[in-house]
């Protein structure tokens, strides 16, 4: 599949440029513009390259740990579930754990369950 680069970037630079900076916490849910990104980095999808991440730490007012969701029902142990996010069964992306600016974050969808976060968190962890 060809990705378009030019239009993320145009796209990237209107976030810039024009975001602001999100009040965010830990365990929220918001949908997140992620971009076109190289290789097997996790895109956002559709026009405007967003996709549904867990804030799984707020490092600054600028910036947070989050981590991609993911509706593919595959099992495996870097893919834990995290139950149902907007209407669909979801998993967490722990391999793509990255740190985002705040601007990226584009609306709160909603927060995670304490236990179903703790076992994300725990997960992310052993991965470190």
Not at 17 to 35: F, M, Q, S
Not at 42 to 63: E, F, M, N
Not at 90 to 98: G, H
Not at 102 to 127: C, P, T
Request: proline share 3%; hydrophobic share 40%; charged share 30%.
């Amino acid at each position: 599949m060809e990705k378009d680069f030019d239009q993320w970037n145009k796209q990237k630079k209107q976030i810039h440029a024009d975001g602001e900076n999100k009040l965010y916490h830990t365990r929220e849910v918001w949908w997140c513009a992620l971009g076109a990104n190289i290789g097997f980095e996790q895109d956002g999808y559709g026009d405007a390259h967003r996709r549904p991440v867990i804030i799984l730490k707020g490092l600054s007012k600028q910036t947070c740990f989050i981590i991609p969701l993911t509706t593919a029902a595959n099992d495996h142990p870097l893919r834990p579930s995290v139950g149902r996010i907007a209407g669909k069964e979801a998993r967490a992306l722990l391999s793509q754990i990255r740190v985002v600016d705040s601007r990226r974050l584009v609306r709160k969808i909603g927060y995670l369950q304490q236990d179903i976060f703790e076992r994300i968190r725990k997960a992310a962890k052993e991965l470190l």
